[in-house]
């Protein structure tokens, strides 16, 4: 079903019917407030059982992270009426996630029809928000959102639904608590304006991002150069600074093709770009994946399919959208060096010395658009456990010459992205830890893009209900035994 228009412009004399309008945004947000009046059912009541452990009361569900996996969560746990919950974000309010920082693309790489944190609700979708602001006309005329749109839809979205983000706010530790009766509570670090603060949770959910688990993935040679000649394509880079030289990127995704045209852009004196392999990708894995079977189960598929599935999807890279290498394509000064991976690299007086398969170059500065580490071995929150985390290669023996050593690292998640021990028994607590980050692709498939969120995040607030529910059983047989209410109606018939 398509996505019905929510509001109706009015059209002003000369035909301007596009231009931005305050009152629109406003009309929509009470269009969504009439949708949920809909919804809302049974009518709002807390159900979730409150104890008291430290002085505190525990959070029923504590959200690390504010971009939009995070937002979807929390508005789908108020549909199921959990509202003990908080979101922190160490991003400043409208910094959260790769949008207004690290990615530097001019429109998102999804199509612009491309529904998600609505879960369904018309009056929630990009399009109604992006109709409402700009008009139905300018959606006809884009073919994919820009990015500051996205940006401010998914604050539109936080700020109508009223979710509870807290910005500025970083989580530094996690540690399992076993407290009687209440069971088992992670104690959670939380390190804001207001100091540092220690927050119980029942459960933790890491909203975390591409970057959340492992870290950034830097090739050898790179590491080898000192930390001021390098930067990956996900850390700030001072663009300025690159005007006059020769820059060096290495990967041929769609962020390596935005960030040299970026470079670019700021005046580089040249960028060469180097990848391993002879061509650029032409097919995108993404869009054959788009279809329910695949984005709503791919968690229940045995392990020897998912890992099949992964392996392809690695090693067929999706390509840099056209856009992004018309970017690069417009200067002279842009070069593609293809077959180049990189050997090794010296610094020397006159620059860095990239020795290649395909010869030797000079460049003064090198981006790394070569994606991210899925170990949760190099995130410093999960250290202190992480080895006892169980991953891919725990797990599952591929069949010879289907290895692959970067698989085995990703975290082997459970089907509600819960972590599992790698061995039974010695760390139970990983259960109540739900790792909704890039590092679950292996395990669940493509989840966390905007694709992905009406089908995971369902998934995981189904689990969330299901384990709050189910931890408390004795507590509800309890309550249920003293429910002594009278139906309205019934009390009024007896009474007659
Ligand atoms: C350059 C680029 C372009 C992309 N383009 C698209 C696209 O067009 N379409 C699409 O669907 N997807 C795209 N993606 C994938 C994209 O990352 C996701 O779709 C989207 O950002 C995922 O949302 P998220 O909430 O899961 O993670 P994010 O948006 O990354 O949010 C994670 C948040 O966690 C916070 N955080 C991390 N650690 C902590 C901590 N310890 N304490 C507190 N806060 C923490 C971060 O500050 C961040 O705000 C792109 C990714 C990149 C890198």
Redesign the pocket.
């Given at each position: 079903m398509s996505a019905t228009l929510p509001i109706t412009r009015p059209s002003r004399p000369g035909g301007d019917a596009g231009i931005p309008s305050p009152s629109c945004l406003a009309e929509l947000a009470e269009r969504v407030a009439a949708d949920l009046s809909h919804l809302d059912y049974p009518k709002a009541r807390r159900w979730t059982l409150p104890r008291v452990v430290e002085g505190q009361e525990p959070l029923d569900v504590l959200v690390?992270?504010?971009?939009?996996?995070?937002l979807t969560l929390a508005f789908a746990l108020r549909q199921e009426r959990i509202g003990n919950i908080l979101v922190?974000?160490?991003?400043p309010r409208g910094r959260?996630?790769?949008w207004t920082t690290?990615?530097r693309?001019r429109h998102?790489?999804?199509p612009k029809a491309v529904t998600g944190p609505d879960l369904g609700i018309p009056s929630l979708t990009p399009r109604a928000w992006f109709e409402a602001k700009h008009g139905p006309d300018a959606w006809e005329r884009i073919t994919s959102i820009p990015r500051g749109d996205w940006n401010a839809y998914l604050l539109w979205f936080r700020d109508t639904l009223d979710l509870p983000v807290r910005n500025g706010?970083?989580?530094t530790a996690i540690e399992p608590v076993i407290v009687k009766p209440a069971g088992s509570l992670l104690r959670v670090t939380l390190s804001g304006p207001d100091g540092v603060e220690q927050r119980l949770t029942r459960k933790l959910v890491l909203?975390?991002?591409?970057i959340?688990c492992g870290g950034l993935r830097i090739p050898a040679a790179v590491q080898a150069l000192p930390r001021a000649l390098y930067a990956h394509s996900?850390e700030d880079i001072d663009f300025t600074a690159l005007a006059g030289r020769r820059v060096a990127v290495i990967g041929a995704a769609?962020?390596a093709f935005?960030n040299a045209a970026t470079a670019l852009e700021a005046g580089a004196a040249s960028v060469e770009m180097f990848i391993r392999r002879d061509t650029l990708p032409t097919i995108n894995a993404l869009y054959w994946m788009d279809f329910a079977g695949v984005m709503g189960h791919f968690a229940e598929l045995p392990d020897r399919h998912r890992w099949r599935f992964n392996r392809h999807f690695e090693s067929a890279p999706n390509p840099p959208p056209p856009t992004s290498v018309a970017r690069c394509t417009a200067f002279a000064n842009f070069h593609l060096r293809t077959g180049a991976a990189w050997r090794r690299a010296t610094v020397r007086p006159t620059g860095i010395l990239a020795e290649t398969e395909r010869g030797d170059h000079e460049v003064d500065f090198v981006i790394c658009g070569t994606g991210f580490d899925p170990d949760p071995a190099g995130s410093p929150?999960l250290v202190p456990f992480a080895d006892r985390i169980a991953r891919w290669g725990d797990r599952f023996t591929p069949p010879p010459g289907e290895e692959s050593g970067r698989l085995a690292r990703f975290p082997y998640l459970g089907p509600a992205f819960e972590f599992l021990e790698r061995e039974p028994g010695t760390a139970p607590f990983l259960r109540n830890i739900h790792n909704f980050?890039g590092s679950a692709v292996a395990s669940m498939g493509n989840s966390?893009?905007?694709?992905g969120l009406r089908f995971s995040v369902p998934r995981l607030t189904n689990a969330l209900v299901r384990d709050l529910f189910v931890e408390d059983a004795d507590a509800y047989y309890a309550d249920f035994l003293a429910f002594k209410t009278p139906e309205p109606e019934k009390a009024a018939f007896r009474s007659a």
């Open positions: 690390v992270g504010g971009g939009q996996s995070a922190v974000d160490k991003a959260e996630g790769p690290f990615a693309m998102l790489r999804t706010t970083s989580v909203a975390t991002g591409q959340g996900a769609a962020s935005d929150l980050n966390a893009g905007a694709p």
